[in-house]
C-alpha cells in the first residue's frame, strides 16, 4: 500500500514539475532575445515582461513607455517585453528618421495583429499591409488633397454651426455658465466624419440618443474584453485565434457595416455624387474591387471598402475632439494666448473682407502655432508602431532589426523630452513660431506620424479643429471653473490619451 501510494505521488510530482517547467519555459522563452543581440533591455518577469502593472490595471501604457524612455536616457534604443513579446523601442531621432522615412521600405506596416476572419472591420487602411496598402492609400489620398477639402468646407461649417447652438443652448441651461467640452465636442466630431466618411446628415450634436455617437463612443470605450485581447496577443498570436476574442463591440460593427452597406448601395443606385469620402471608396471600390483586370497585388475586397469607411470613422471622430478639448483646456488657463488668437481672428475676418472660408482657416497662422503646441502636449497616439519587413542593419551602429521585429516611437515620451521641449509642461506656442520651428529637431514632433504612412486626415484634421476654435473663440470667452481638474487628470485605462473626468470650463458669450 505504501509502495503504492509514494509510486503514485512520485507520479503526481514529476508530471507537475515537467508541467511548470514546461510553462516556465513557455513564459521566458522570449527573454533572451535583448541579451543575445546586446541591447540594453529592461529585466522581465516571467509571462508579464514588463507588463505586469498595466496589465494589472495600475500603470497606463504611456506611462511605462515613459519610464523605460527615461531610464535609458543616453541610449539611442531599448528592449522591452509586453507580455512575451519582444519589442524595440527607438529613442534616437535619426533612427526614428530612417525607420519612418528614408528606410520606409523595410518597415512599411504597423504590424498590428488582426484576425479577419473574427474581426473584418479591422481589414482598414491602418491595418492593411504592403503591397495591398501600396494602392489603397493610392486610391483614397486623392480625397483628402486641399482642392478635395475645399469642396467639403460647407459640410464641415453646417457642423460648426450645431456645434454653436449646441454649446449656446448649454451654456444657458448649466448653472455659471459652466460645461463639460469633452462630449459636446465629440457629438462635434462624430457629426464631422458621420457626414464625410458615411455621406449622412447626422445632427448627433443635438441628439442624445444618436446611435451613431452611442456606437463610436463605444470604440473607445475601456473593456476588459479590450484589455483581454491585447494580453493574449502578446503571450501569443497563436492564444488569440484559439479564443477569437473580437476587437470591437459586435453591435457596433454590426452598425457601422449596415449604415455604410446601405448608404453606398442607395449612391450607386441613384447616381448620387458627392464631395465626401464615400465617393472616394466607390471609385475604390469600382477600380480595385469589381476591376477584372487589377493587379492581383491591388485587388481589394468589398469588406475593405467596408472596413476604410469604418476606419476613417474610429481615425478621425474622438481624436479630433480630445485634441480640441485639451486645446480649450489650455486657452482657458492662459487668457494672454487666448486673447492673441481672437485678435488674429479678428484681423483675418477684415483681411478676408469677412469671408470665412477654407483659405480664411489656412491663414490663421497663430492659431495653427496653438493647436501644434496642444499636439504636443496631447498627442492622441502616444506611440508610432512599426514591423521590420527585412532584417535591417542599422547604419553606423551594431544593431540589426531582426524580420518581424516590432517596434515603438515613443512619440509622447519625445514630446516631453527638455532635450528638444525646453521646460515640457509649459504650454507655449511660441516653440512653433516660423523662427522656432525651423530648429526642432526631425523626428521629435510626431502627432500624426511622418513618412508615407503619416496620418492620411492631417489636413482634414486640422481644417475641421480650426473651424471649431474659430467658431467658439469668436462668441465666447472661456475660463476654468470649479469643476475644472488643475493639473489634469488622465484616464488610465483609455486608449487614446483622454481625461479622467472630462474638461469642465466656464463660457462666458462675448457681446460684440
Ligand atoms: C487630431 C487628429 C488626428 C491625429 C492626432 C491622428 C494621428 C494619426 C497617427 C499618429 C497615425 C499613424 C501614423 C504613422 O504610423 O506614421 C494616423 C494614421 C491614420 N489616420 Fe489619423 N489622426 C487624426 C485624425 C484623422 C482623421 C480626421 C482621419 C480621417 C478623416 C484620419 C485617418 C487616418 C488613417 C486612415 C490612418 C492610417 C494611414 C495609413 O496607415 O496609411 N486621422 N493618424
Known amino acids: 500500500m505504501f509502495l503504492f ?11 507537475c514539475s515537467i508541467i511548470c517547467i514546461v510553462i516556465y519555459n513557455f513564459c521566458t522563452s522570449t527573454f533572451s532575445k535583448w541579451e543575445k543581440l546586446n541591447v540594453p533591455y529592461v529585466r522581465p518577469i516571467p509571462l508579464f515582461g514588463n507588463y505586469f502593472k498595466v496589465a494589472l490595471g495600475f500603470e497606463h501604457q504611456l506611462d511605462l513607455y515613459k519610464r523605460i524612455y527615461n531610464e535609458f536616457t543616453g541610449h539611442k534604443y531599448a528592449g522591452l ?133 452611442k456606437y463610436g463612443k463605444s470604440l473607445f470605450t475601456p473593456s476588459l474584453r479590450v484589455l483581454l485581447r491585447e494580453l493574449s496577443l502578446m503571450i501569443s498570436p497563436a492564444l488569440l485565434k484559439v479564443i477569437k476574442i473580437k476587437e470591437f463591440p459586435a453591435e457596433a460593427c454590426e452598425f457601422f457595416h449596415s449604415v455604410f452597406h446601405e448608404t453606398i448601395t442607395y449612391r450607386e443606385k441613384n447616381n448620387i455624387v458627392r464631395n465626401d469620402f464615400v465617393q472616394a471608396l466607390m471609385q475604390t471600390r469600382r477600380d480595385l474591387v469589381l476591376n477584372e ?7 481589394l475586397t468589398e469588406t475593405h471598402i467596408l472596413a476604410n469607411a469604418f476606419g476613417i470613422f474610429f481615425a478621425g471622430s ?28 479678428k484681423s ?9 472660408d477654407y483659405t480664411f482657416l489656412t491663414d490663421l497662422n497663430y492659431l495653427d502655432m496653438v493647436l501644434k503646441e496642444t499636439l504636443r502636449k496631447y498627442p492622441p497616439d502616444y506611440t508610432l508602431s512599426r514591423q521590420a519587413a527585412q532584417t535591417y542593419h542599422v547604419p553606423y551602429d551594431s544593431l540589426v532589426i531582426e524580420k518581424g521585429q516590432n517596434i515603438i516611437i515613443p512619440l509622447h515620451s519625445l514630446h516631453y523630452d527638455p532635450q528638444y521641449y525646453p521646460n515640457p509642461e509649459v504650454f ?24 508615407p504612412r503619416i496620418c492620411i486626415g492631417i489636413r482634414f484634421a486640422e481644417m475641421e479643429m480650426k473651424l471649431a476654435l474659430f467658431e467658439i473663440l469668436s462668441k465666447f470667452e472661456l475660463e476654468p471653473c470649479g469643476k475644472t481638474d488643475i493639473p489634469l487628470k488622465f484616464n ?21
Not at 5 to 15: E, F, H, R
Not at 293 to 299: A, E, F
Open 492 to 512: 488610465k485605462k483609455a486608449i487614446m490619451v483622454m481625461p479622467e473626468n472630462g474638461i469642465w470650463l466656464k463660457f462666458k458669450e462675448i457681446f460684440s
Open 81 to 213: 517585453f509586453q507580455m512575451r513579446t519582444p519589442y524595440l523601442m527607438i529613442r534616437d531621432p535619426e533612427i526614428i528618421n530612417r525607420i519612418i522615412i528614408r528606410d520606409f521600405s523595410y518597415f512599411p506596416n504597423h504590424g498590428v495583429y488582426t484576425d479577419l476572419s473574427v474581426n473584418p472591420l479591422s481589414s482598414s487602411l491602418f491595418n492593411t499591409e504592403t503591397p495591398q496598402w501600396n494602392a489603397a492609400r493610392h486610391k483614397l489620398s486623392p480625397a483628402f488633397t486641399s482642392g478635395k477639402l475645399k469642396l467639403m468646407y460647407e459640410q464641415i461649417k453646417e457642423c460648426g454651426d450645431e456645434l454653436m447652438k449646441n454649446i449656446s443652448k448649454s451654456v444657458l441651461e448649466h448653472t455659471n455658465n459652466e460645461m463639460e467640452v469633452v462630449d459636446v465636442l465629440g457629438k462635434f466630431s462624430t457629426d464631422v466624419i458621420g457626414t464625410c466618411a458615411f455621406g449622412l446628415q447626422l445632427n448627433a450634436i443635438n441628439d442624445d440618443n444618436s446611435e451613431f455617437r
Open 428 to 451: 507655449d506656442p511660441e516653440r512653433f513660431s516660423p523662427e522656432e520651428k525651423s530648429k526642432l529637431v526631425k523626428g521629435t514632433y510626431l502627432p500624426f506620424g511622418d513618412g
Open 348 to 356: 483675418q475676418i477684415s483681411k478676408h473682407n469677412g469671408v470665412i
Open 293 to 299: 483586370n487589377v493587379h492581383p497585388n491591388d485587388k
Open 5 to 15: 501510494c509514494s509510486g503514485w505521488w512520485l507520479y503526481i510530482t514529476v508530471t
Open 318 to 345: 474622438d481624436t479630433v475632439s480630445t485634441v480640441l478639448s485639451f486645446c480649450l483646456y489650455e486657452l482657458a488657463l492662459a487668457k494672454n494666448i487666448q486673447d492673441k488668437c481672437r485678435e488674429e481672428i
